[in-house]
């Protein structure tokens, strides 16, 4: 769990061009079962201290949020969900590429996209 923690970490250390840190707050919509993003985000904010503000909401739903919101961006990062909507998502240009120098070595080709728009979650 603490790897996934990282990888997390990862994805957000750089968000929108600005270093996120302690006391910071980090917005994000998660597809995860609310339980299960309850566990990560809180690991998240003790790991960090960057409090998390998130909506949960289905990976369909985050995508049609994604495009009302395209010109003004509420969210700093989409955290779960299925492929086809990141896919999608990339498609629309509705993501930036970030490529983690520490994840690299463990996030193998299959795992992620060949542009960097996104990561896979469950491996």
């Not at 983690?100 to 060949?114: C, R």
Request: proline share 5%; aromatic share 12%.
């Amino acid at each position: 769990m603490r790897r996934l923690l990282w990888i997390m970490l990862l994805v957000v250390i750089l968000v929108g061009g600005q270093v996120l840190a302690a006391g910071d707050v980090l917005r994000m919509y998660t597809a995860l079962d609310t339980n299960e993003a309850k566990i990560y985000i809180e690991a998240f904010e003790k790991d960090t201290g960057i409090k998390v503000e998130w909506v949960r909401m289905s990976a369909g739903e985050v995508l049609t949020r994604l495009r009302a919101e395209a010109k003004n961006p509420q969210v700093s990062l989409w955290f779960g969900g299925p492929s086809q909507e990141f896919i999608a998502a990339k498609e629309l240009g509705l993501l930036i590429p970030y490529e983690s120098p520490v994840g690299k070595p463990f996030l193998k080709g299959n795992l992620k996209d060949p542009d960097h728009i996104w990561t896979g979650f469950y491996f």
